[in-house]
């Protein structure tokens, strides 16, 4: 069932669903911009984190 295919698909989801501040998979990710006006995505458990360091949500 998850051969290689799987493991690609977990790759590209588990990569761009990644939170920038926990680093691990984000549910219900929110977009911010990081100091270099990067778009990252944040948990919502790492969201009142991201407030406190001044990132800006979109
Ligand atoms: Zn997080």
């Given at each position: 069932m998850f051969g290689k295919g799987g493991f690609l698909f977990q790759w590209i989801f588990g990569n761009r669903n990644k939170?920038?501040?926990?680093?691990?998979?984000?549910?219900q990710p929110q977009m911010y911009l990081d100091d270099q006006g990067n778009r990252v995505r944040v948990c919502y458990k790492c969201v009142p984190y991201a407030e406190r360091r001044a990132l800006r949500k979109l």
């Open positions: 939170c920038f501040i926990c680093n691990k998979k984000a549910y």
